[in-house]
């Protein structure tokens, strides 16, 4: 009884026990150095001016790979079919990535759109048929606030595949406007009163030179290319004061603006 206790404790109990702390010290230790390791990457990363979305994400997928292979070191160490092990994660994690195709997709254009940052929070983009302000920017979608205060939670596969133009990317624009004149009015007139309103205010740059052009003889009308240069913060409300002051001006100086017209005639028929 004493020799099979003996040999029990030989054969087994010392064995399992050193296997089990063994397993313990694996474990321990290599979450500690993992610990490290993710320390200094994220130090590393910081330096180089990663965004700090994108540091917390690389640092937890290292994470989550590091501790499974200490975990799967560990259970070797217990003598775990670790090759079964692996395979059925491999399964596992390709039938989740099937499943969450659409999920994956948005997740990798957060990715391209935090690495390669064509627009930054607080930019007007128009991207995904939608005009609007950034709010956030996460790895599965993008926030925008519309111009009617709009909150709008948009795909980032949408943004990503699609045309993005970022309205905030320059310190300045040029607003584009057409106005046309009736070919009876003063054509020269019509050019000196854009001039001086250009001329006028304040907002518009000098440099590059606004331009003021006739661009059409069209069918019904002259047109005027205006094209001064702004801060894009001014864009809107110079295009808003332009349009209105032209208005006012031709008004006051008989510059007609012309309107689509149809003459109708009838012709009387004797019965």
């Given at each position: 009884?004493?020799?099979?206790?003996?040999?029990?404790?030989?054969?087994?109990?010392?064995?399992?026990?050193?296997?089990?702390?063994?397993?313990?010290?694996?474990?321990?230790?290599?979450?500690?150095?993992?610990?490290?390791?993710?320390?200094?990457?994220?130090?590393?990363?910081?330096?180089?001016?990663?965004?700090?979305?994108?540091?917390?994400?690389?640092?937890?997928?290292?994470?989550?790979?590091?501790?499974?292979?200490?975990?799967?070191?560990?259970?070797?160490?217990?003598?775990?079919?670790?090759?079964?092990?692996?395979?059925?994660?491999?399964?596992a994690g390709l039938a989740i990535g099937l499943s969450l195709q659409s999920?994956?997709?948005?997740?990798?254009?957060?990715?391209?759109?935090?690495?390669?940052?064509?627009?930054?929070?607080?930019?007007?983009?128009?991207?995904?048929?939608?005009?609007?302000?950034?709010?956030?920017?996460?790895?599965?979608?993008?926030?925008?606030?519309?111009?009617?205060?709009?909150?709008?939670?948009?795909?980032?596969?949408?943004?990503?595949?699609?045309?993005?133009?970022?309205?905030?990317?320059?310190?300045?624009?040029?607003?584009?406007?057409?106005?046309?004149?009736?070919?009876?009015?003063?054509?020269?007139?019509?050019?000196?009163?854009?001039?001086?309103?250009?001329?006028?205010?304040?907002?518009?740059?000098?440099?590059?030179?606004?331009?003021?052009?006739?661009?059409?003889?069209?069918d019904s009308s002259v047109n005027f290319n205006v094209r001064p240069w702004?801060?894009?913060?001014?864009?809107?409300?110079?295009?808003?004061?332009?349009?209105?002051?032209?208005?006012?001006?031709?008004?006051?100086?008989?510059?007609?603006?012309?309107?689509?017209?149809?003459?109708?005639?009838?012709?009387?028929?004797?019965?």
């Open positions: 009884m004493d020799y099979d206790l003996q040999a029990m404790t030989n054969d087994y109990l010392i064995p399992w026990g050193i296997n089990i702390a063994t397993a313990i010290a694996i474990f321990f230790v290599g979450k500690f150095v993992v610990g490290m390791l993710i320390k200094v990457i994220r130090g590393v990363l910081a330096k180089t001016g990663t965004d700090v979305m994108l540091i917390d994400f690389i640092a937890s997928i290292l994470n989550a790979v590091l501790i499974l292979f200490v975990i799967i070191a560990a259970l070797d160490r217990l003598g775990v079919n670790t090759t079964s092990f692996i395979a059925v994660i491999g399964a999920s994956l997709q948005n997740f990798a254009s957060g990715l391209m759109l935090i690495v390669f940052r064509p627009f930054n929070v607080g930019d007007t983009i128009d991207a995904g048929g939608l005009l609007g302000q950034v709010e956030k920017i996460s790895l599965f979608s993008t926030i925008m606030t519309t111009g009617d205060n709009r909150e709008v939670i948009m795909p980032n596969g949408q943004i990503y595949s699609g045309t993005i133009t970022n309205n905030s990317a320059r310190d300045t624009r040029r607003v584009d406007m057409v106005f046309g004149i009736s070919y009876d009015s003063d054509l020269l007139k019509a050019k000196q009163i854009l001039q001086d309103i250009l001329a006028a205010d304040e907002r518009i740059l000098d440099v590059p030179e606004p331009l003021v052009a006739v661009s059409a003889l069209a702004v801060k894009t913060s001014d864009y809107w409300a110079v295009l808003y004061d332009v349009n209105e002051k032209v208005k006012l001006s031709f008004d006051a100086n008989d510059i007609v603006i012309p309107f689509p017209q149809m003459d109708i005639h009838f012709n009387k028929t004797e019965l």
